[in-house]
């Protein structure tokens, strides 16, 4: 059978060598655990490698629940943001009101507040903040996917390999690394319109150069212009358009047979000109002004820039393996919020986030097929951080500032977090195995936050220093009766660092110093199959999720700070189904019952025992089909469609009024469906797709702010309305 080495990565327009060519693989399923070659008529395995422990495996062989995003997947979704993929995860969901400012949301793990509970990679390098004090859990990244093998996500705690913050789970965005093979090259282009909007396009190129036999060079680039769709009477029309720009150049080497290093660069810059906020009225969830307008007196633009810097060397022993990763990155953001309904009288916030940190992770593991695999770590991190905060008073005819400097607030803080682990495969018999592993971290933490401003009669300094340590552990036995299919039970325990809050020596006793660590330990037993040719894939999982010591952020009189409350669970199924009837057409399901609820009162957040958890749908799924066929010699002709579901949740905890009184109930969300679809032919070296997202042009609320309007409205953020576009792409 001819070898075909060539498929165009979904999203990317880009090349992956030794895999099969346009046209000649059914769509994967978003979360399948294996694809079907039918290229020239016959079928064969195109196994999914995955990385999620830390050494590259068959992903029905890992002992836990992981959902693969594949390449074409996003090539067919033509995703352009988290939000176009993610939340077709089983129990995956994105809270987000504007470009940049997103939160990851698995298996209902949140409580709102500013520390993030899903981890978060790309290749190796750990991104964002470990900290709560730099809002690491509303920052998470929202990175075109273009040039990406794949995205692994893997639900529950995974304290054991990647640590902090992976209380919920880790999203791992995994590039393609260069290939010294051929040259490759690839570019993209594509318009969409907005109903209630305007028109946006893309642009996105591709290359991989070999530099010998032993060398390549990997450069991608891309330009997105993202159309809006709000109005606002004071504003303007369209005032939440934006642009997304950024690149990534990877290099790789292999300077002798057992010496491999890869060192890349990636940068993205993302310009929101305001959010997707609707005014809504604050009982019935309706409009006030338009179905997608809102008013406000400062427009509210967003600009956040990454910039990821990685030098990864791997080194072959022969019995062992050693790896080591070193890692440095920046986060700048500068954003507006019009804080009017909060202050009372016509104001803006300005906001600023800097962040530095760098990472250094050392592995040591074992090859060959021993009885027992291991995997030996040391891991270091330090970060610096500077939050910062400027009200300004505004005259509500302009826009523009009367009162410059009405409060400043600056928030420095640095982290530092020493971890070792471990972690081993035993081979206790041919069809039995048990995993397990430890890991054991420290931290130091010291804040500082300066405060002044007009309206203040002098300004103060204060700071507060903290450290914490904790012991995570894994332990995973499965039972594999065939090479197809895969039982197993988990108990996985996570983490999120505690950390200093900044307080004046006269403030109240009751008002805490710092804030302690929290933990989960998640209960998992799940089911991974599929036949012997692939024409059916299921997996299913059962899971049962203790959150104790949960962060809050919370008001105390006049001081906001980070606390620790009592406890909450999540418990669930979740499963995915795929069936390949023959090589022409792909079915896939998957779909989540997540019951995430408090065990006891959190009254400083304003929650109680049995309130559900933030932006958590109990009913989650999506359902889809695939279909390609030859439409002559030359021309393959694709198709695909798409629906999901989105049960309804409830919104953000409200903490208690000033007077002490309690606030506003949480807000149920309505659920609500989405139906996507694509089709397009592939003649040669170019592809011509159309493609529909929210065909029906359904409204469904993801996010309530904190800050309503100056009338009492609230802004809520609704799904995009519908959106068609065309896209053309070349290769060569």
Do not use: C
């Amino acid at each position: 059978m001819k070898q075909h080495v060539a498929l165009w990565l979904a999203g990317t327009g880009a090349l992956a060598l030794a895999s099969p060519a346009w046209g000649q693989v059914p769509a994967t399923p978003p979360t399948g655990s294996s694809e079907v070659d039918a290229a020239n008529g016959d079928t064969a395995t195109q196994e999914i490698i995955v990385t999620a422990q830390k050494r590259s495996e068959r992903l029905i062989d890992v002992p836990q629940s992981v959902s693969v995003v594949s390449a074409e997947t996003l090539q067919n979704q033509h995703a352009q943001r988290l939000s176009d993929y993610l939340t077709r995860i089983p129990s995956a969901n994105i809270v987000e009101s504007q470009p940049g400012s997103s939160r990851i949301v698995l298996r209902g793990i949140n409580t709102g507040g500013v520390g993030a509970t899903v981890a978060t990679y790309i290749d190796e390098t750990p991104f964002g903040s470990a900290t709560a004090l730099a809002n690491g859990g509303v920052l998470a990244p929202d990175l075109d996917p273009f040039d990406l093998e794949r995205v692994e996500v893997l639900r529950g705690p995974q304290g054991t390999l990647y640590g902090a913050n992976s209380l919920g789970g880790l999203v791992k965005f995994v590039t393609v690394t260069p290939n010294p093979g051929a040259f490759d090259a690839a570019g993209e282009i594509s318009i969409e319109n907005v109903a209630h909007g305007e028109t946006g396009y893309l642009g996105r190129l591709a290359a991989n150069v070999p530099l010998g036999s032993d060398a390549a060079v990997r450069a991608t680039g891309f330009y997105r212009s993202d159309p809006g769709y709000i109005d606002d009477p004071l504003q303007g029309s369209d005032v939440n358009d934006g642009k997304t720009y950024g690149g990534r150049i990877s290099f790789m080497a292999r300077p002798a047979p057992a010496l491999r290093i890869r060192a890349s660069a990636l940068m993205q810059n993302i310009r929101s000109n305001g959010t997707n906020g609707v005014d809504v009225d604050p009982v019935t969830l309706k409009p006030t002004i338009g179905k997608y307008d809102h008013e406000r007196f400062v427009r509210e633009p967003n600009d956040i820039d990454y910039r990821l810097y990685n030098a990864t060397v791997d080194y072959d022993f022969g019995p062992v393996s050693l790896v080591s990763a070193t890692s440095y990155g920046t986060l700048k953001q500068a954003g507006v919020i019009d804080g009017s309904g909060a202050l009372g009288a016509p104001a803006g916030l300005d906001q600023g986030m800097r962040q530095k940190r760098f990472t250094q992770e050392v592995r040591l593991a074992s090859n060959g097929p021993d009885a027992i695999e291991w995997t030996l770590g040391g891991f270091y991190t330090r970060e610096k951080n500077l939050l910062s905060q400027n009200v300004f008073l505004v005259d509500p005819l302009t826009g523009d500032s009367v009162l410059d400097g009405a409060l400043v607030v600056a928030l420095p803080s640095r982290y530092r977090e020493y971890a070792g682990f471990a972690n081993a495969t035993w081979h206790i018999a041919p069809k039995f195995d048990l995993t397990a592993g430890g890991r054991y971290s420290h931290n130091r933490q010291s804040s500082e936050q300066d405060t002044s401003g007009l309206l203040l009669p002098a300004a103060t300094h204060v700071s507060g220093k903290s450290s914490d340590s904790v012991f995570t552990y894994s332990i995973a036995p499965q039972y594999k009766p065939n090479r197809n299919t895969t039982v197993y039970a988990r108990v996985a325990k996570g983490y999120r660092p505690g950390g200093p809050n900044a307080l004046s020596p006269d403030a109240p006793d009751a008002v805490p110093r710092q804030f302690g660590p929290d933990t989960t330990i998640n209960y998992e037993v799940g089911l991974k199959t599929q036949t012997a040719d692939r024409l059916l894939s299921l997996e299913l999982t059962a899971f049962l999720t203790n959150w104790k010591d949960i962060q809050l952020l919370v008001q105390l009189g006049q001081f906001g700070v980070n606390t620790n409350g009592d406890g909450a669970r999540s418990k669930g199924v979740e499963f995915t189904l795929g069936l390949n009837p023959n090589r022409f057409l792909s079915l896939y399901a998957n779909g989540s019952y997540v019951d995430a609820y408090l065990t006891d009162d959190a009254v400083l957040a304003g929650g109680l025992k049995g309130d559900q958890l933030p932006y958590s749908p109990k009913w989650q799924g999506t359902i889809g089909a695939e279909y390609e066929h030859p439409l002559s010699g030359s021309v393959n002709g694709r198709a695909g469609i798409s629906w999901h579901y989105t049960g309804s949740r409830f919104s953000d905890f409200n903490p208690p009024l000033p007077s002490g009184a309690p606030g506003p109930l949480q807000h149920k969300l309505d659920s609500f469906s989405q139906i996507d679809a694509h089709a397009g032919v592939e003649m040669g070296r170019f592809r011509i797709d159309a493609f529909v997202r929210n065909l029906t042009g359904a409204r469904g609320i993801v996010n309530i702010g904190p800050f309503g309007a100056f009338n009492g409205d609230l802004p809520a953020a609704f799904i995009m309305p519908r959106t068609f576009g065309l896209s053309l792409g070349a290769r060569y």
